[in-house]
């Protein structure tokens, strides 16, 4: 899907700590944390299988990158929603989408620096 390799782990980690089980308070579900709707609409059946979940996340996240060109507007996408950044003209203002962009990149960036650096 053309992502950088150290961006998926780091997507994974943040949103549901590497637990294929996660349910976030908002309905967000599995690896990825996919909303219903949203993993309908990338043709994932169930969820909550790890496979078709990361398939579907990684898609997405793709699909983001390409539309917004930048992986902190696609991350910011991937947290808020993507009419929520095209609103906002770039990264909202919200503190949870803020952090989570440095998280993701951050772990990313150490995950690219290899174990020596975690």
């Known amino acids: 899907h053309d ?3 150290s961006l998926l782990p780091a997507v994974v980690a943040v949103e549901s700590g590497f637990r294929a089980d996660a349910v976030s308070p908002a309905g967000a579900l599995g690896l ?4 219903p709707a949203t ?3 990338l043709g994932v059946v169930d969820p909550r299988d790890p496979k078709q979940n990361i ?3 990684a898609r997405y996240l793709a ?3 390409k539309h917004f060109k930048s992986d902190e507007l696609a991350l ?3 947290n808020a929603g993507p009419g929520r950044v095209a609103r906002a003209g770039g990264v909202p203002d ?3 989408t803020k952090a989570y ?3 993701v990149l951050g772990l990313a960036a150490s995950y690219e620096a290899g174990p020596a650096s975690r």
Do not use: K, N, T
């Not at 990825?32 to 909303?35: A, E, K, V």
């Open 3 to 5: 992502l950088p390799p």
């Open 32 to 35: 990825m944390q996919l909303m």
């Open 39 to 41: 993993a309908s609409d």
């Open 55 to 57: 398939e579907g996340g």
């Open 63 to 65: 699909f983001l990158r």
């Open 76 to 78: 910011a996408a991937y």
């Open 94 to 96: 919200f503190p949870e």
């Open 101 to 103: 962009i440095q998280s």
